[in-house]
């Protein structure tokens, strides 16, 4: 396979309890297994590390190729799935348990790298609400991750959620779950640069859906990742735009520590792998961790 064809994998989604842990037995449905779709590009060389790409709210993993291309010319192997309700993975649109199913999906990733890359060490690149994912990831499974890279964390996630029933009708008729919201995602927030913005647009698989669940679990997520971001013992780099309305730079500084570094880019927005300069921003990235990892 060469670093430009990336290969299509398909890992089981098994379906969930309302608390997020899988339910019993293989999850069918009409037209089979659930299925996790998922993205490789292989590595140039000899392999430095896997690395699991976990995308933003709304967003997808194939949108992210150049990255991973980039990265595999410098020796990284690249996985780059599609979240459940994201992307060509199976679920519905837009929600999620919380964790507890994302780091499922997460660990069925990481075991699949294992398996194909039983010797490199694991990497998670997380972007925004996956900024989120990838932190609690490592601070609940310590030592399943070897450096962690957060691009442009969603700390304090505001959402579009429909409003709760009033008067009469809240007493027969509760919000659903399910319940379908928005992110309020809009592209000239996310990317200063303009033909970006309008591929982000066009792309057919972006979407701007959230539901109640989905909200309400990123919400608290955030908080209890920003207040233990610290007790990461591994090399941890957050990545910003100084012009960023869904990640605050001032915030993302204060979180400098022994481990932690922070690279603010100068002019970008929220979706920095893609905006002005995104070169230059994944040459600080393999760098970070090449230094990170030996």
């Known amino acids: 396979m060469s670093v430009s064809e990336p290969l299509t994998t398909y890992l089981e989604l098994r379906q969930s309890s309302e608390s997020g842990a899988a339910v019993e037995g293989l999850s069918h449905k009409a037209g089979g297994l659930f299925l996790l779709h998922v993205l490789e590009i292989a590595a140039q060389g000899e392999p430095r590390a896997g690395v699991t790409l976990v995308h933003d709210a709304g967003d997808h993993g194939a949108r992210h190729l150049d990255t991973a291309?980039?990265?595999a010319a410098a020796h990284f192997a690249v996985a780059l799935?599609?979240?459940?309700?994201?992307?060509?993975?199976?679920?519905?649109?837009?929600h999620s348990a919380g964790f507890i199913e994302v780091a499922r999906d997460l660990d069925a990733v990481q075991d699949h790298l294992a398996y194909r890359l039983?010797?490199?060490?694991k990497v998670q690149i997380g972007i925004g609400l996956g900024a989120l994912y990838a932190a609690s990831y490592a601070l609940e499974k310590p030592g399943h991750v070897a450096a962690l890279v957060l691009v442009a964390p969603r700390w304090r996630p505001r959402f579009e959620l429909p409003a709760n029933p009033g008067g009469l009708m809240k007493l027969f008729k509760k919000l659903?779950?399910?319940?379908?919201g928005r992110i309020g995602n809009d592209p000239a927030c996310l990317l200063a640069d303009a033909r970006a913005a309008s591929a982000w647009s066009a792309d057919p698989l972006v979407h701007d859906v959230i539901t109640v669940r989905a909200a309400q679990e990123a919400q608290a997520l955030a908080a209890r990742v920003e207040a233990r971001l610290r007790e990461l013992r591994l090399p941890v780099l957050i990545v910003c735009g100084t012009d960023d309305r869904y990640s605050d730079v001032e915030l993302n500084r204060?979180?400098?520590h022994a481990n932690i570094e922070v690279h603010a880019v100068a002019g970008a927005r929220h979706d920095v792998?893609?905006?002005l300069g995104w070169e230059t921003t994944l040459d600080s990235i393999a760098k970070f961790l090449e230094r990170a990892l030996g």
């Open 69 to 71: 291309r980039f990265l």
């Open 273 to 275: 792998l893609h905006d």
């Open 254 to 256: 204060s979180l400098a």
């Open 81 to 94: 799935p599609d979240l459940r309700g994201h992307g060509k993975s199976e679920g519905e649109r837009g």
């Open 176 to 180: 659903s779950p399910s319940a379908a």
């Open 118 to 121: 039983p010797v490199a060490p």
